[in-house]
Each structure stands twice: as C-alpha cells, then as structure tokens.
C-alpha cells in the first residue's frame, strides 16, 4: 500500500511558477513510477508527467513540455513537479499517482492516487 499527499499548490499569476510535492508512504518508493495527472472543471483527468523508480526517465504531456519538470528524492519518497511559464489553462487540481509496474500515461492504469491539491492560474 501507497499512500500519498500533494503539497505546493496555491494562486500564481500568467507567467509565474510553483514546486508541487507529493509525499509518499511506505518503503518501496523507489519501485514504482510515479506521475502527475491534472483535471480541471467539467473536463477528463489528463496526464501531466510521469518518471521511473530510478528517475533515470522521463515523460511529457505536449501541453507542458518544456515547462514542466519532474523530479523524484527516493530518500525522501517525495516526487515533485517543478512548474514554469504557467498559463491560465494550467488551472486545475493536480494529482500525484503511483504504480507498481509497467509505464503508462493512462490514469485508470495507476493504482493509488493522492487527493490534490489545486492549482490556479490568474491573468
């Protein structure tokens, strides 16, 4: 079992960044791959980022490359995404996700999820 809690969000205004970290329990951390999803009012939950066990590898949604950074601290069990050059159709509530094996971008294929925490972009 994972458990996990998302921190870092908050009101940021066009242009602006935020650190989001997400905690994870357990001592297993470092074998499973972890990503953000986002969902924002109304609309799907949509993948954001996801990184190996290792944090040898890394993934993009195209809405946020180059922006957006992932990164992990197994010794703290934390992931982290790094956001950069918000834009207001970055609004939305992110999640952390976790899974034990295999890589996918797809939210029903991770098995434990934090609660969110939300993220608001001002023009």
């Known amino acids: 079992q994972v458990q996990l809690v998302e921190s870092g969000g908050g009101l940021v205004q066009a242009g602006g960044s935020l650190r989001l970290s997400c905690l994870a329990s357990?001592?297993?951390?470092?074998?499973?791959?972890m990503a953000w999803f986002r969902q924002a009012p109304g609309k799907e939950r949509e993948f954001v980022a996801r990184?190996?066990?290792?944090?040898?590898?890394?993934v993009y949604s195209d809405s946020v490359l180059g922006r957006f950074t992932i990164s992990r601290d197994n010794a703290k069990n934390t992931v982290f995404l790094q956001m950069n050059g918000l834009k207001v159709a970055d609004t939305a509530v992110y999640y952390c996700?976790?899974?034990?094996?295999?890589?996918?971008?797809?939210?029903?294929?991770?098995?434990?999820w934090g609660l969110g925490t939300q993220v608001t972009v001002a023009s």
């Open positions: 996700a976790a899974r034990g094996t295999g890589w996918s971008s797809r939210p029903g294929d991770y098995g434990y």
């Open positions: 990184i190996t066990g290792e944090g040898g590898s890394t």
């Open positions: 357990g001592r297993t951390f470092s074998s499973y791959v």
